[in-house]
């Protein structure tokens, strides 16, 4: 599953499940679940003509989990057909099907355009 | 050589002369001596300019007309108007040059496609990682880009900021820092949030 670098989703994971991962870490005998990256270089002699921004890349399993620990909620939720919606805690995941890519999922944050500022859209990719 | 006689490329002095007799001698073969009658008529300043030589008794120019006391003086009086005809030349020909260079770059920046899209105002600090690989086989550009995989790590009591090639994203500076993304102090710190899904289901029920 490939993203935009844009990091506004990186941005909201810092921002709403670090106090959770710290608050976690002082639980004896716990070993927490923590998002994490890893860098890819890609090329971009094998993006596709339909693809106008870098993508970043997941699994439906991650992000799933991730947008739950973000306090969104599926809406609907049908990977295999390429329908997934989750909303929440000002927050919106919508995915669109791609031809030959697979599914992309943009992530918009509201919480940044009740400060005046323009909603943060981040977009994903999935391969099936 | 004798003055009169006969020109050979050796004794060219410089390549705007060269480039004339070349034009000239254009259906001769290379190492041919050219005969002097057949240059066209052209004036001696003329010349001179293009040589940007003064007329002097040994000089080249010397040798292919044959020195006059009413030239050398003509020539002597035209000799500011020649430097000017140089500078201005050699401006002109300088400004191509640079205009040319740049035109020859941008045309091979150009054959980098899609780095346009991955500079900052698209990725953000992820467009430090973006880079240009030339290739030689097919003479361009290539756009290199890089983008992060999110994933979900265990962390364990030896818990640290980077694991590996992860880097774990816990909001610490650090974190922040290594992950390229740009500290946000606008959000609030009580900003509510669902505390779900941190510990994996299989440990409640045994």
Not at chain 1, 59 to 67: G, L, Q, R
Not at chain 2, 32 to 57: D, F, M, N, Q, W
Not at chain 2, 103 to 117: D, E, M, N, P, S
């Amino acid at each position: 599953m490939r993203g935009c670098a844009g990091s506004p989703l990186l941005g909201s994971i810092h921002d709403r499940i670090s106090l959770l991962s710290r608050e976690s870490e002082l639980i004896p005998g716990v070993h927490c679940v923590l998002p994490a990256i890893r860098f890819q270089e890609n090329s971009w002699d094998f993006q596709l003509p339909d693809v106008v921004r870098p993508l970043a890349k997941t699994s439906v399993h991650d992000i799933t989990i991730i947008a739950r620990r973000l306090g969104m909620r599926w809406k609907e939720f049908d990977p295999v057909h390429g329908i997934m919606r989750a909303e929440g805690n000002r927050q919106i995941s919508n995915a669109t099907t791609i031809r030959s890519l697979g599914i992309v999922i943009q992530y918009i944050d509201a919480q940044s355009n009740a400060d005046g500022e323009s909603p943060k859209a981040h977009t994903f990719l999935h391969r099936r | 050589m004798a003055a009169g006689s006969t020109v050979t490329w050796s004794v060219l002095p410089c390549a705007g002369f060269g480039r004339i007799c070349g034009l000239l001698s254009c259906q001769s073969q290379p190492r041919t001596p050219i005969k002097l009658y057949s240059l066209p008529v052209v004036p001696r300043e003329i010349i001179t300019s293009l040589l940007a030589l003064k007329p002097s008794s040994t000089g080249p120019a010397s040798q292919l007309f044959p020195a006059s006391d009413n030239r050398e003086s003509k020539s002597l009086e035209l000799g500011g108007i020649d430097t000017h005809i140089t500078a201005s030349a050699f401006v002109v020909s300088l400004v191509a040059f640079f205009i040319a260079l740049g035109q020859l770059l941008q045309q091979y920046f150009a054959t980098a496609g899609g780095y346009r899209r991955c500079q900052r105002s698209v990725m953000r600090n992820w467009a430090r990682k973006t880079r240009l690989r030339w290739r030689w086989r097919e003479f361009r550009f290539e756009t290199l880009y890089t983008t992060p995989e999110i994933l979900l790590v265990v962390s364990d009591k030896f818990y640290s900021v980077q694991k590996g090639d992860c880097i774990t994203l816990d909001g610490t500076n650090i974190s922040r820092k290594l992950s390229l993304v740009e500290s946000n102090e606008s959000l609030p710190p009580n900003n509510s949030y669902e505390r779900v899904c941190w510990i994996p289901p299989a440990r409640e029920h045994p």
